[in-house]
């Protein structure tokens, strides 16, 4: 019953900044490492930036010094700023969670229904 919700995607001007949030719900024992994914039209998935529950990170070299992303542990809850932003960052964009649902099973992958993020004028 472990759901990842994605909100705050949508349309933006070059240059500008969007904020994407994904709350992973149900019977959650524990959330591992927490990331971002992004998979333009005709083109493969690519990590975006992940970070582990002690908030160690990892960028793709394309979205480095542009895009940071942040956790709220006790929400459950990946953040992804984005800033000065391309219309190479156009793409739909995927929460992806590594998650324990019981004390008594090992942890699984997760992924949101993903949300759209357009970079145009």
């Known amino acids: 019953q472990v759901q990842l919700v994605e909100s705050g995607g949508g349309l933006v001007q070059p240059g500008g900044s969007l904020r994407l949030s994904c709350a992973a719900s149900?019977?959650?024992?524990?959330?591992?490492?927490m990331g971002w994914y992004r998979q333009a039209p005709g083109k493969q998935r690519e990590l975006v930036a992940t970070?582990?529950?002690?908030?160690?990170?990892n960028y793709a070299d394309s979205v480095k010094g542009r895009f940071t992303i942040s956790r709220d542990n006790a929400k459950n809850t990946v953040y992804l700023q984005m800033n000065m932003m391309k219309p190479e960052d156009t793409a739909v964009y995927y929460c992806?969670?590594?998650?324990?649902?019981?004390?008594?099973?090992?942890?699984?992958?997760?992924w949101g229904q993903g949300t759209q993020v357009t970079v145009s004028s």
């Open positions: 992806n969670a590594d998650i324990v649902v019981s004390r008594w099973l090992d942890s699984g992958d997760y």
């Open positions: 149900g019977s959650i024992f524990r959330v591992n490492d």
């Open positions: 970070s582990t529950r002690g908030g160690y990170t």
